[in-house]
T-cell receptor
Framework: DTEVTQTPKHLVMGMTNKKSLKCEQH?????MYWYKQKAKKPPELMFV???????INESVPSRFSPECPNSSLLNLHLHALQPEDSALYLC???????????????FGSGTRLTVV | AQKVTQAQTEISVVEKEDVTLDCVYE???????LFWYKQPPSGELVFLIR??????QNEISGRYSWNFQKSTSSFNFTITASQVVDSAVYFC????????????FGTGTKLQVIP
């Protein structure tokens, strides 16, 4: 299995709703990421989990709450979002390598989120 | 600070033409990696190639080829005999030093291949 699976593919939510995005990989990768991508822009890093611990939070507003229940799963809990949070949310994973070796990311196909 | 510049915002070519996507990077590191990713309209970023700074050999994979020039800090990507399926946004990326978990992406080049 060489995929990162994200659900749902599309999500429309109101500003008072609570929803969750899910990401799953079975490649044994120990680092997992959430990225946010606005139209015609490159992806922007939000969070990194390494060995199931949050290692990077790029000053993301608290209305986004990540969770890594185990080494294969990554969730992003959403609450009280704003219309400007509408974007493509991408999950990615990467494997550990020897020090100084970078194998790159495997990305999921993303969740297109619309906040109304 | 690291920087990746993809000066071409959008390129349109007719099918079967060759096209080169430019990538220029800045880094103070002596050892680093560079990547190209493809993002079709479906949204997923697809890994195309990884290149480390030790290896300046050009690489060819089918219709794809990459020209890494360390002296000019460029890592250009050429598609030969383009096809409609090549239509996508292409990102050049440079992992940040001191922790490969952060990556600097270029702004992307949108390629449209017209049948």
């Amino acid at each position: 299995d060489t995929e990162v699976t994200q659900t749902p593919k599309h999500l429309v939510m109101g500003m008072t709703n609570k929803k969750s995005l899910k990401c799953e990989q079975h490649m044994g990768h120990r680092a997992m990421y959430w990225y946010k991508q606005k139209a015609k822009k490159p992806p922007e890093l939000m969070f990194v989990y390494s060995y199931e611990k949050l290692s990077i939070n790029e000053s993301v507003p608290s209305r986004f709450s990540p969770e890594c229940p185990n080494s294969s799963l990554l969730n992003l809990h959403l609450h009280a979002l704003q219309p400007e949070d509408s974007a493509l949310y991408l999950c990615a994973s990467s494997q550990d390598g020897l020090p100084g070796v970078n194998y790159g990311y495997t990305f999921g196909s993303g969740t297109r989120l619309t906040v109304v | 600070a690291q920087k990746v510049t993809q000066a071409q915002t959008e390129i349109s070519v007719v099918e079967k033409e060759d096209v080169t996507l430019d990538c220029v990077y800045e880094t103070r590191d002596t050892t680093y990696y560079l990547f190209w990713y493809k993002q079709p309209p479906s949204g997923e970023l697809v890994f195309l190639i990884r290149r480390n700074s030790f290896d300046e050999q050009n690489e060819i994979s089918g219709r794809y080829s990459w020209n890494f020039q360390k002296s000019t800090s460029s890592f250009n990507f050429t598609i030969t005999a383009s096809q409609v399926v090549d239509s996508a946004v292409y990102f050049c990326a440079l992992p940040n030093s001191g922790g490969y978990q952060k990556v600097t992406f270029g702004t992307g080049t949108k390629l449209q291949v017209i049948p």
